[in-house]
């Protein structure tokens, strides 16, 4: 039974664009209609699957936006010299029909029962993985205390801004913006380094429980700055999205 679990789970299946919405001038959610998704848990992702009249087709992996039980959706950030997601970012409309296979990865994964306290770190569209985890947390009521640390270029790059704004006392959440910042803004500048941590980290001492995605380079580095915080390595989970 459970090889026909995983097979189920690793067949292409057709996804329908149900919705798409602009989050930035190059991030768009894109809510898919799968009428036999298996149902998936905050934090995997799934792969897409394009092909072209000639035959030619591309796959890339996107973390799933949506928390567990609800609809599924990816946020695709474009880069301009990418193959894929200027087509995704661009082209694609309500009703366009794609292969989507998934959900994949189960380290990445939070739930209620794996505790916190929560330590979410993002860069760029790497929070779409870390959206889901606080989303779900929000939804089954769950008080593990979390803390996000999200690293943007600018206030614009920011992907969901007013649902993280809007996460009030339940998370707390700060940003660093590495490349330009408003007048006036109050929040962190610069890419994420140990004073920074120091200041949004919980202390080794309390068990938490961190979460890093974004670009590979990022995720390392931020990896490493938490191990030498005393962080134990099997509590700092890692999801790359590549780059040099
Ligand atoms: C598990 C997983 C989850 C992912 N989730 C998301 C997601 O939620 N949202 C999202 O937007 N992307 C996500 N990605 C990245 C995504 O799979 C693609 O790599 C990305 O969309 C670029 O594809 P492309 O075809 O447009 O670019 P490509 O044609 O593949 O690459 C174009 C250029 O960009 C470089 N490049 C590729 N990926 C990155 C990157 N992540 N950062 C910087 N430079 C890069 C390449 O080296 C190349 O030079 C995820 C990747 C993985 C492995």
Same mark, same amino acid.
């Given at each position: 039974?459970?090889?026909?679990?995983? @097979?189920?789970?690793? +067949?292409?299946?057709?996804?329908?664009?149900?919705?798409?919405?602009?989050?930035?001038?190059?991030?768009?959610?894109?809510?898919? $209609?799968?009428?036999?998704?298996?149902?998936?848990?905050?934090?995997?992702?799934? $792969?897409? %699957?394009?092909?072209?009249?000639?035959?030619?087709?591309?796959? @890339?992996?996107?973390?799933?936006?949506?928390?567990?039980?609800?609809?599924?959706?990816?946020?695709?950030?474009?880069?301009?010299?990418?193959?894929?997601?200027?087509?995704?970012?661009?082209?694609?409309?309500?009703?366009?029909?794609?292969?989507?296979?998934?959900?994949?990865?189960? =380290?990445?994964? =939070?739930?209620?029962?794996?505790?916190?306290?929560?330590?979410?770190?993002?860069?760029?569209?790497?929070?779409?993985?870390?959206?889901?985890?606080? %989303?779900?947390?929000?939804?089954?009521?769950?008080?593990?205390?979390?803390?996000?640390?999200?690293?943007?270029?600018?206030?614009? $790059?920011?992907?969901?801004?007013?649902?993280? $704004?809007?996460?009030?006392?339940?998370?707390?959440?700060?940003?660093?913006?590495?490349? +330009?910042?408003?007048?006036?803004?109050?929040?962190?500048?610069?890419?994420?380094?140990?004073?920074?941590?120091?200041?949004?980290?919980?202390?080794?001492?309390? %068990?938490?429980?961190?979460?890093?995605?974004?670009?590979?380079?990022?995720?390392?580095?931020?990896?490493?700055?938490?191990?030498? %915080?005393?962080?134990?390595? +099997?509590?700092?989970?890692?999801? @790359?999205?590549?780059?040099?």
């Amino acid at each position: 039974m459970a090889g026909t679990a995983v @097979r189920g789970r690793l +067949s292409w299946q057709v996804a329908t664009v149900a919705a798409v919405t602009e989050e930035t001038d190059s991030v768009r959610t894109i809510a898919l $209609d799968l009428p036999d998704w298996p149902g998936h848990r905050a934090g995997q992702h799934l $792969d897409v %699957r394009l092909t072209a009249e000639d035959g030619y087709s591309a796959e @890339r992996s996107y973390s799933i936006a949506s928390a567990d039980g609800e609809p599924v959706a990816i946020t695709v950030e474009r880069l301009e010299d990418g193959e894929v997601s200027p087509y995704l970012t661009r082209e694609l409309r309500p009703g366009d029909q794609m292969e989507v296979r998934g959900p994949i990865g189960n =380290w990445f994964t =939070w739930g209620p029962h794996d505790g916190g306290p929560l330590l979410l770190v993002a860069g760029g569209s790497g929070v779409v993985p870390l959206r889901a985890i606080l %989303r779900h947390r929000q939804r089954s009521g769950s008080s593990v205390p979390v803390r996000l640390l999200y690293s943007s270029r600018s206030l614009a $790059d920011v992907i969901y801004r007013e649902e993280l $704004d809007q996460c009030g006392g339940s998370a707390e959440v700060r940003y660093t913006l590495t490349r +330009s910042q408003p007048p006036g803004w109050s929040g962190f500048s610069g890419r994420v380094d140990d004073p920074m941590l120091a200041r949004v980290a919980w202390p080794a001492s309390q %068990r938490p429980l961190a979460f890093i995605c974004g670009p590979t380079p990022f995720v390392e580095a931020v990896a490493e700055l938490l191990v030498a %915080r005393h962080y134990p390595a +099997s509590r700092v989970k890692t999801e @790359r999205f590549g780059g040099a």
